[in-house]
């Protein structure tokens, strides 16, 4: 079935340290993918997207990576601050309307 | 000011009783979205509009109803609430260009139904 999930409910990663945060996809049909970072008592926010015609995308701090060979998705984030802690959604879109599907997430504490 | 505001951002209520969320947004978008978050599930979609006369079930949308007053404005309604309906509830938008979907983020509205 179609289903997007994380590896890891919870990461801690020592500030300074790099992280990644991975995801795994089912529908070998999604053509593009977002992660989203969701603060405590916010909303999701996006943070970078890639599609399905490139393997990597950088952003500020952030780099995703996608194979879509084993359907694996990846955020890097380098140097991490304790502002990076939250919890990080992946999602792809695998239909021809604009609706996503979210995975369950993954919480990210950053150890001061 | 934020872009996407959600009324009221806490509401406790009673098993039964009618409740409406409101979503208003100032970006301009078509699309907008209605989810329910809860823990270890991830963000489920209930409905979804891409413009005043377009209204769409999720995979989420049994016991919920929608209303498009307007393109700034989205509320969900519960006709009558039940305890496993308790959630974070987020309303979304979207630019309706084909090439992009990221989508803007309300700050949730925790309802607790008992």
């Known amino acids: 079935g179609e289903s997007v999930g994380l590896h890891l409910p919870t990461l801690s990663v020592q500030e300074g340290d790099n992280s990644i945060i991975n995801c795994a996809y089912s529908n070998s049909a999604s053509d593009y993918f977002i992660w989203y970072k969701q603060e405590s008592g916010k909303g999701p926010q996006f943070i970078i997207d890639i599609r399905s015609n490139m393997d990597k995308r950088q952003g500020q701090r952030v780099t995703v990576l996608l194979n879509k060979t084993v359907k694996h998705l990846s955020l890097q984030i380098a140097a991490t601050q304790p502002g990076d802690s939250a919890v990080y959604f992946c999602?792809?879109?695998?239909?021809?309307?604009?609706?996503?599907?979210f995975g369950p997430g993954t919480s990210l504490s950053v150890i001061p | 000011d934020a872009d996407v505001t959600q009324t009221p951002r806490n509401r406790i209520t009673k098993t039964g009783k009618r409740i409406m969320l409101e979503c208003s947004q100032t970006?301009?978008?078509?699309?907008m979205y209605w989810y329910r978050q809860d823990p270890g599930l991830g963000l489920r979609l209930i409905y979804y509009s891409f413009d005043v006369k377009d209204i769409n079930k999720g995979e989420i949308s049994d016991g919920y109803s929608v209303s498009r007053q307007a393109q700034a404005k989205f509320s969900l309604s519960l006709e009558s609430a039940i305890p496993n309906q308790t959630a974070l509830y987020f309303c979304?938008?979207?630019?309706?260009?084909?090439?992009?979907?990221?989508?803007?983020f309300g700050p949730g509205t925790r309802l607790t139904v008992t």
């Open positions: 999602a792809e879109n695998n239909d021809s309307y604009d609706k996503v599907i």
């Open positions: 970006k301009g978008h078509d699309r």
């Open positions: 979304a938008t979207s630019p309706g260009q084909a090439y992009t979907y990221e989508q803007y």
